[in-house]
């Protein structure tokens, strides 16, 4: 079993910035799809960036030019970069690696325990 431990979390002025990270606890060398998931009170989880194991990035409109996500060369590590944040980026956090066939059919996936991130106006 896998564990992904996520730290990096915790409380932003609106325009500032935190720096999250995940990492896993062993490689997981087929991972092909890498993520951030965020979660506000209320509300249900949503895609915030992905990153495929090719490097291709994706990004929820809402965080587009803001946030930037990357991740290591082993498929160990992973980071989102977010700027310039928002009372609306106030949500707990969570990263996501996984494994999908060339059909689309998620294989598995692994979470991280979550991350509050909270920025203040």
């Known amino acids: 079993q896998v564990q992904l431990v996520e730290s990096g979390g915790g409380l932003a002025q609106a325009g500032g910035s935190l720096r999250l990270s995940c990492v896993a606890s062993?490689?997981?060398?087929?991972?092909?799809?890498m993520a951030w998931y965020r979660q506000a009170p209320g509300k249900e989880r949503e895609l915030v960036a992905n990153?495929?194991?090719?490097?291709?990035?994706n990004y929820a409109d809402s965080v587009k030019g803001r946030f930037t996500i990357s991740r290591d060369s082993v498929n160990k590590a992973l980071y989102l970069q977010m700027n310039s944040m928002k009372p609306e980026d106030t949500a707990v956090y969570y990263c996501?690696?996984?494994?999908?066939?060339?059909?689309?059919?998620?294989?598995?996936?692994?979470w991280g325990q979550g991350t509050q991130v909270t920025v203040s106006s």
């Open positions: 990153i495929t194991s090719d490097g291709v990035t």
């Open positions: 996501n690696f996984a494994r999908y066939y060339s059909s689309g059919v998620r294989s598995y996936n692994f």
């Open positions: 062993r490689t997981i060398l087929d991972i092909n799809l």
